[in-house]
Every structure is written in C-alpha cells, then in structure tokens.
C-alpha cells in the first residue's frame, strides 16, 4: 500500500476505536472508556497535527514503520520553519484545524467525564466540534496535489458527512429535542463504520495506482 492509503488505514481504525468506547460509554456511563476515547480523539488530532505536510511520499510504496514514523518531524531543527512553510496550502490548513478540534474534543470530554466541566452548554460543545470537524475533513476537493483522485474525495466526503449527521443527532438529544441511548449513541456509532470504511476500503483503484507510477510531483515528508 502507498504511503496515504497507510496513513488512512491507521486513522480509521483509531476512529473506529472511538466509536466503540464512546459507544460503550452510552450504555456504561461509570466504565473507563469515558476516559479512554478522549485521550484517543486527542491522541488522533496531536499525530495529525505535527507533521510537515509537504506531500513527497503520498503515492510512494512504503513500510508501516516509515507510514507511523511520517508523524515524526525528520528535521527536528528545522520543524517549525517547515510546518509553517506548508501551511498556507488550503488542505494544510483544513488538515491542521480539523486535528486541532479533534485535540480539543479530548481535552473538554476528558474534563467533563472528570466532573471538571459541568452544565449543558459544555455539553453541546461536543457536536460543535464535531461537525466542525466534518467540515474540515469533508469539503476540501481535489485539486492537482492533493485528492487528485475519485476514491480519495468520496472517501473524505463520506467521512465529513458522517460526522456531520452524528453532529446533528447528537445535538438534538443533548437539547432534549429527541431521547433514548440509541440516538445518543449514533454518532458513536457512525464514527465506527466510517472508521471501518476507511480502515479497510481506502485503497487507490488499480487505475488511480498505475496513474501515479508516472506521476509523482511531490517533495518532502508528510502525512495526508
């Protein structure tokens, strides 16, 4: 598998992770997995976060070691100068929001679990968050360097309306508007299955993959 594909495999299966201890969180509200998931939606937007986005192995054959290891700045001296070199791409942008609102969805649901945060305006934060979340990952297209094919944009989109929908569910329970542990825990729910999708379906078509044997434009490291 490419370097991308990589890379989504270990988001998606994180995300799924999400969506069964938040899940079992909804029908076990005194379990750990209040605390655990948290920590993984934090965990998941720190990772990526850090890295310099430059796009150079985004089609390249590599290793799990080198796909895991991408997140690691590979010129710790000069992190900064690059993260900050890359970033004014529009999908750097979208890529390093959308991770901060993931670290901050752990900060927040960690503390409310702990009893640190209290009351109901904290609890509507968490759709907030994630359907701006949805919408960071979801509405940036292709373009010449980045989603340039059909199977990594319906992959995005699909992820971006899922958290959408799951935003909308959950807010509707939390403002009373609709009842019962199965409508709050769609969205636990939905991010399973979209983590699943991308976990075991994000794969270039062999047309997509032979189209990148001769056109390889990038340079540098980075994850997608």
Do not use: C, N
């Not at 360097?145 to 971006?160: K, M, P, R, S």
């Not at 508007?177 to 379906?201: A, F, Y």
């Amino acid at each position: 598998m490419t370097h991308t594909e990589k890379v989504h495999v270990v988001f998606g299966f994180v995300a799924a992770a999400i969506g069964v201890l938040s899940l079992w969180q909804v029908f076990h509200p005194r379990s750990r997995a209040g605390l655990a998931w948290p920590v993984l939606a934090f965990l998941l937007g720190f990772f990526l976060f850090i890295p310099v986005e430059s796009q150079s192995r985004t089609y390249q054959e590599v290793g799990w070691s080198d796909a895991l290891l991408s997140a690691v700045p590979q010129h710790p001296g000069t992190w900064v100068r690059d993260w900050f070199h890359y970033l004014p791409q529009r999908h750097v942008i979208q890529h390093k929001l959308g991770a901060m609102l993931l670290m901050i969805v752990g900060v927040l649901e960690l503390l409310r679990e702990r009893g640190r945060l209290a009351g109901p305006a904290w609890g509507l934060m968490l759709p907030i968050l994630l359907l701006a979340v949805g919408l960071a990952f979801g509405i940036h297209g292709g373009t010449a360097v980045h989603l340039t094919h059909v199977t990594e944009q319906f992959e995005h989109h699909l992820l971006g309306g899922s958290l959408a929908a799951g935003a909308v569910t959950l807010a509707l329970v939390r403002t009373g508007r609709v009842q019962g542990r199965l409508w709050e825990g769609t969205w636990s729910v939905l991010v399973l299955l979209i983590g699943l999708i991308l976990g075991l379906s994000y794969r270039l078509t062999p047309a997509e993959r032979s189209q990148e044997v001769h056109r390889h434009a990038s340079t540098g490291t980075g994850l997608r």
